[in-house]
């Protein structure tokens, strides 16, 4: 394939190695191709000290680079896939998962000792209804707040002492180059870097999705040498999960998908709104049919 390629991609120091990882990738597996980024201010970048929920539907970091995709201006648009909505618009389709990163949670603290490190009272900073979920039910005498802001945005606010800890993915701060396990120096201060080993990840998290037109071969075709099989297969197992329970990313859902030779295994928790036990579900199968085994864990989950 030769000619050019643009991405679209948010601005974000996160975003652009993200665009940067794909174009590589491209560049590997299509060697006369020239690719280009494209940066697109999405409405969740625009208003960065609104909340997630008071935005409304899904999709406030996908849309607008989704639309530069569909106008023409750009061959494919790259996400963190744990950003984009389940149901794509129409005339889009997922021309690439790649291999997946680390899809594990980190707990950045301005002490050590991890979660049991944290005073009674400690303020926690999560944009995530899950992570809020997965954190008080180890430690229920914390204060669990929102926060918005890319990475360096808010590790600077447990630098700054504006929180206790902050929990952050652990692909996202390696992609970084950011400790995901020990010391990390932030603005002159030393954090405490804690994997958080209890916790299961948002379905998709840790992996970067290629969104490309369903009616651009060239765009589908250039894309698809640089997916994953194993990642994809993961990720779709996890997203039908969420699907079928009718959630979005305001869902206190925890799903991993996990690949072992010729096996899919998928694990799930979702917590609901009235404080009561988690439903934990598992299941393997094939991983011919993903899409079907999310879907029969998510019908354990909801009549267990």
């Known amino acids: 394939m030769t000619g050019e390629f643009v991405l679209a991609t948010r601005g974000s120091e996160l975003a652009r190695v993200q665009a940067r990882i794909v174009a590589e990738k491209l560049a590997a597996a299509c060697r006369a191709l020239v690719v280009h980024e494209e940066i697109i201010r999405t409405i969740g970048d625009r208003h960065s000290e609104q909340s997630l929920a008071s935005m409304g539907s899904s999709g406030v970091f996908t849309r607008e680079l989704e639309q530069a995709v569909m106008d023409g201006r750009a061959a494919a648009a790259v996400h963190?896939?744990?950003?984009?909505?389940?149901?794509?618009?129409?005339?889009?389709?997922?021309?690439?998962?790649l291999e997946r990163g680390n899809p594990g949670d980190v707990l950045v603290s301005a002490r050590p000792g991890g979660v049991d490190g944290l005073p009674e009272g400690a303020t926690i900073g999560t944009g995530s209804p899950r992570r809020r979920a997965m954190m008080l039910a180890l430690r229920n005498n914390l204060s669990v707040v929102a926060i918005r802001g890319n990475v360096?945005?808010?590790?600077?606010?447990?630098?700054?002492?504006?929180?206790?800890?902050?929990?952050?993915?652990?692909?996202?701060?390696?992609?970084?180059?950011?400790?995901?396990k020990g010391v990390l120096e932030v603005d002159g201060m030393m954090l405490h870097a804690t994997p958080l080993e209890t916790f299961l990840p948002a379905p998709g998290q840790g992996a970067i999705a290629v969104e490309v037109r369903v009616d651009d071969e060239r765009a589908r075709e250039i894309a698809g040498r640089i997916n994953h099989p194993e990642s994809e297969a993961e990720v779709r197992a996890e997203r039908a999960v969420l699907a079928a329970l009718g959630g979005g990313c305001h869902l206190a859902l925890g799903a991993r998908g996990r690949v072992d030779g010729s096996i899919l295994h998928l694990e799930a928790v979702v917590f609901d709104d009235s404080g009561g036990a988690p439903k934990h579900a598992a299941l393997a199968a094939g991983c011919d049919d993903p899409e079907s085994l999310g879907r029969t864990l998510a019908a354990k989950l909801h009549g267990g």
């Open 80 to 97: 963190s896939l744990k950003d984009l909505p389940v149901e794509l618009p129409r005339g889009l389709v997922l021309g690439a998962v």
């Open 152 to 180: 360096p945005t808010r590790l600077g606010k447990v630098a700054g002492g504006d929180y206790d800890a902050v929990i952050l993915a652990a692909a996202g701060l390696e992609r970084l180059d950011l400790a995901t």
